[in-house]
């Protein structure tokens, strides 16, 4: 492994999992249980794990030069599904440990939670997990889905697009409102992520994005720049 392509890897693990657990571990939360905590953790992480899939893209420059597509494309599947598995287990996990202690029961909990429709928290959660559940479909089944539309691949790509995006917004939009560990510094690092993340994926459609060509041609610049300093 290059010089190169080893400082990614690691930038792309403290950013994705070093920095989220860095202020998981320094939040204001009280301490509840390990138990409890490890989940809170294993969300955590299995979301900022889907941010991090924005860089796992075409649009990312210095990734796919420094790897080969394939392993890129492979990564990005595995992380993703993983992740997906998770967060879809999110709302069950949260009522798992009444299992094991007294009081209300589970399924009342799991009950009650989901119907708080006043809450704008949990409005965003269970409209990010509907739409999370129509990635996962369409990403595992994207070979039928492809055969199905007039543009093949680059259907189901901007297909994929639109669903994680709209995911993604109010995913992020309920874990600041309601996440338990949420601080103010990792709300901004979670904005700034996935705010770059969006960048990278406008890359990706320079003619249907204005601003994405643009983005593209100093990106571009920069790289050739690089590769052939004065």
Not at 117 to 134: E, M, P, Q, T, Y
Not at 156 to 169: K, M, Q, T
Not at 173 to 194: D, E, P, T
Request: charged fraction near 15%.
């Amino acid at each position: 492994m290059s010089r190169k392509a080893f400082a990614l890897v690691l930038t792309g693990l403290v950013a994705a999992i070093g920095v989220p657990v860095f202020f998981y571990m320094f939040s204001d939360a009280p301490f509840r249980s390990a138990f409890k905590d490890a989940l809170s953790l294993l969300t955590l992480v299995a979301f900022s794990l889907l941010i991090a899939q924005f860089y796992l893209t075409r649009g990312n420059t210095p990734v796919t030069q420094a790897f080969k597509p394939a392993l890129v494309q492979k990564l990005h599947k595995y992380l993703a599904y993983t992740a997906i598995v998770v967060i879809l287990a999110h709302p069950y996990l949260i009522v798992v440990p009444r299992y094991f202690e007294g009081g209300v029961e589970p399924w009342t909990a799991f009950v009650t939670m989901l119907t708080q429709f006043s809450n704008i928290g949990i409005l965003s959660g269970i409209l990010a997990w509907l739409v999370l559940v129509a990635v996962g479909i369409t990403a595992f089944f994207r070979r039928k889905v492809m055969r199905k539309m007039r543009k093949k691949y680059r259907g189901w790509r901007g297909l994929h697009a639109v669903l994680v995006l709209g995911f993604i917004l109010p995913a992020l939009f309920h874990v600041i409102m309601l996440g338990r560990h949420m601080s103010l510094g990792l709300a901004i690092y979670f904005c700034a992520a996935l705010a770059l993340g969006l960048v990278l994926l406008a890359r990706l459609y320079p003619d249907r994005i204005p601003f994405a060509s643009v983005g593209k041609s100093i990106g571009a610049k920069f790289h050739k720049a690089e590769a052939h300093p004065q």
